[in-house]
């Protein structure tokens, strides 16, 4: 086992577990083995998707979250919504109720980075016109991703988009400049990341790229939609919904086809889901895929509107986002001869290459990581391919791999066993 340590967004708490080992079929990236009649969570192959908070019927797999009130010692307490915030709500609480309730909860500004999300995408068009030979690009956005790559496909992180995405360059800008406006110490700047799930919040405790995040912490958009929910019924019994009918809104990132579309390529591919995805880079792997430029992919159903601390059924807010857009008033265009430039002087770029994880089979010694594989295959061979998952493992091939590192034992297959 690899001796690097993972921050992870979720905890298992194995005393709840009951043996159904539904989260164990349903991981990705075959973190989880049963042993000792208990759930097990491998760390290096953990993505924090949360598939597993969302189907262990025991609630054995927890979230771990920040809250509001761990951030309020800060002097100054700057929010960015994620775009998905907007959209669960209905379609006539508009930005700018939801940004006027979450400063009476304690936010002293909130800051919307939809047309943030144009200039990122006109730095992304400039650089694979610059690098055409790495192709097709895959989008940084959705850390599950990067994680996924990271650690079921090493040799495609050369692929992964080196521009940064926007909720970090934006939260970058804005410390430098309040710290400058309001006289105060960039410490003293609390920016928090309001997200729609785990995932987001490991990106920010511990980016793919060992880089330093310009965000704080994360709360849960569920959190959120639970306290702002009462003040805003309240700006509805009031009338002052009615104040704000006019306003200027984008569509933002994390709905699936937006990255896509605002890159406006004809050779883009945009894809939710994590099976599909993993065709997907399956075929990248195998040269199957031909002809994509970029490929926007999104570990949840209808992109981060399916993120497990959403409230609202992920096509009711992609229903709500079109209608939202209708009504807005349009924004300022993006100066591609300032991207251009900014681009240049690595404004856009991440701090250090994506590099892939460093797991148990990711030995350093050739001979011993040889010596593994083959036997791996040799127990593979003898195992029955039934995949029951009653040895523990969630494949036979996973099982024959435990084997091979002396996590299991082959009379542990019941094919085996006495």
């Keep these: 086992m690899a001796e690097n340590h993972f921050y992870h967004a979720l905890k298992l708490e194995s005393a709840k577990c009951k043996g159904k080992l539904k ?3 349903a991981c990705p990236t075959n973190a989880i083995r049963y042993r000792k009649n208990r759930a097990v969570l491998l760390n290096d192959l953990c993505i924090d998707c949360g598939i597993c908070i969302e189907v ?10 920040d809250g509001i009130e761990d951030f309020k010692n800060m002097k100054y307490l700057v929010a960015i919504p994620s775009s998905v915030l907007y959209y669960q709500f209905g379609i006539d609480v508009t930005p700018t109720i939801i940004h006027k309730a979450l400063k009476k909860i304690g936010f002293d500004r909130v800051y919307d980075i939809s047309d943030f999300s144009e200039e990122i995408a006109a730095a992304s068009i400039h650089h694979l016109n610059e690098h055409s030979k790495s192709k097709p690009m895959i989008s940084s956005f959705c850390p599950t991703i990067v994680r996924l790559i990271q650690v079921n496909y090493p040799n495609l992180v050369k692929l992964l988009e080196p ?11 804005l410390r430098g400049k309040l710290s400058e406006e309001l006289k105060v110490d960039e410490d003293d700047i609390g920016i928090i990341y309001l997200t729609p799930c ?43 919904l009615d104040k704000a009918k006019g306003y200027h809104f984008r569509k933002g990132w994390g709905v699936l086809g937006h990255i896509a579309r605002d890159l406006g390529e004809n050779r883009c591919l945009a894809v939710a889901g994590l099976k599909p995805i993993k ?31 959403c409230v609202t059924n992920p096509y009711i807010a ?15 265009p993006v100066n591609k001869e300032e991207v251009i430039k900014k681009y240049n002087e690595g404004f856009y770029l991440i701090d250090n290459p994506i590099l892939p994880r460093s797991t148990r089979s990711s030995e350093k010694d050739l001979a011993l990581s040889v010596k ?16 029951c998952c009653l040895c523990g493992a969630p494949t036979c091939e996973t099982f ?11 009379t542990d297959c019941i094919f085996f066993s006495e």
């Design 400 to 410: 024959a791999e435990d084997c091979a590192y002396g996590e299991a034992d082959l």
């Design 318 to 332: 992609k229903h709500n986002s079109i209608l939202m857009e209708k009504k807005s008033l349009p924004g300022i």
């Design 372 to 387: 593994r594989i083959k036997q791996k295959e040799r127990i593979l061979q003898k195992l029955p391919h039934k995949d």
């Design 56 to 65: 262990c019927p025991d609630k054995a797999f927890l979230p771990v979250i």
């Design 163 to 173: 521009v940064n995405v926007p909720r970090e360059i934006i939260a970058k800008v």
């Design 23 to 25: 989260c164990m079929n």
């Design 198 to 240: 785990p995932a987001m919040t490991v990106s920010i405790k511990q980016p793919a790229e060992d880089g330093i995040s310009q965000i704080d912490g994360a709360v849960t958009i569920k959190e959120i939609y639970n306290l702002i929910l009462p003040i805003i019924l309240n700006f509805q019994k009031s009338g002052d």
């Design 279 to 309: 065709k997907i880079l399956d075929d990248i792997e195998n040269s199957k895929l031909r002809d994509i430029d970029f490929i926007e992919a999104l570990a949840c159903d209808q992109g981060c509107l399916g993120g497990l601390f």
